[in-house]
């Protein structure tokens, strides 16, 4: 399977400021997705990053807030825009080969917002 | 809402004991089931996956076991090992163009004593 970088792994962030994650596969994925994990609940998917084209995104998520890149099939950025103390989560990437089977995940970034 | 849930979010046990962790799902169009294990810090592990079409999957330690009259997936897992503690969640696949669109269960915190 692939593996799955994330930068960075935690960052504590100022209220009204802004905060890019990258995220590195080691090998061509075909989908690349977002996805956030409050403390102590389970993964909620934000978006599905298309290379080549514009974010996929799933309801109460949106662009404005929460910008993503796609330049490659290796690489993925996710930009929480304008944070908020309610932001702080981890906020995890996955890539799915697309042959059936599975998705794999990054190691996530916990962000905290003061 | 459809959704996917787990009955119990603590399950204790001892070293050596079999674990049972269940799920239930609602969405009847479903045709992919997979459990992750998320270990502290760490983003989820693919443990094991199941398809609708079948009612049973073995792997070292671990069986799916898939009901799709109840709508019930359980993970079990064998001679639970300390090293097994970490939080299990369920998830399904609702997107049917062969990409993982996955929709995360709540989860279970699996705690092994020795």
């Known amino acids: 399977s692939a593996v799955i970088s994330q930068k960075p792994s935690r960052d504590i962030c100022q209220r009204g400021t802004s905060l890019t994650i990258q995220c590195q596969v080691d090998s061509q994925v075909t989908m690349m997705f977002w996805y956030r994990q409050q403390p102590g609940q389970s993964l909620t998917l934000i978006a599905t990053?298309?290379?080549?084209?514009?974010?996929?995104?799933e309801s109460g998520f949106v662009i404005d807030k929460f910008p993503i890149s796609r330049p490659n099939l290796t690489f993925s950025t996710l930009t929480v825009s304008n944070m908020s103390p309610e932001d702080s989560s981890i906020y995890l990437c996955?890539?799915?080969?697309?042959?059936?089977?599975?998705?794999?995940f990054g190691p996530g970034t916990r962000l905290t917002v003061l | 809402g459809e959704s996917v849930g787990l009955h119990l979010p603590t399950l204790s046990v001892q070293e050596g004991d079999n674990s049972i962790i269940n799920c239930a799902y609602s969405?009847?169009?479903?045709?992919?089931f997979i459990w992750y294990k998320q270990e502290s810090g760490k983003g989820p592990q693919f443990i094991i996956d199941i398809r609708s079409n079948m009612d049973k999957r073995q792997g070292q330690r671990v069986t799916v076991l898939l009901n799709k009259t109840v709508k019930h997936l359980s993970l079990q897992i064998a001679a639970t090992q300390p090293g097994d503690s970490a939080v299990y969640f369920c998830?399904?696949?609702?997107?049917?163009?062969?990409?993982?669109?996955?929709?995360f269960g709540t989860g279970t915190r699996l705690l092994v004593s020795p």
């Open positions: 996955s890539g799915d080969s697309g042959s059936g089977n599975e998705q794999f």
């Open positions: 998830a399904e696949n609702r997107d049917r163009t062969g990409f993982q669109k996955l929709v």
């Open positions: 969405n009847s169009a479903s045709d992919y």
């Open positions: 990053a298309n290379q080549g084209s514009e974010a996929t995104y």
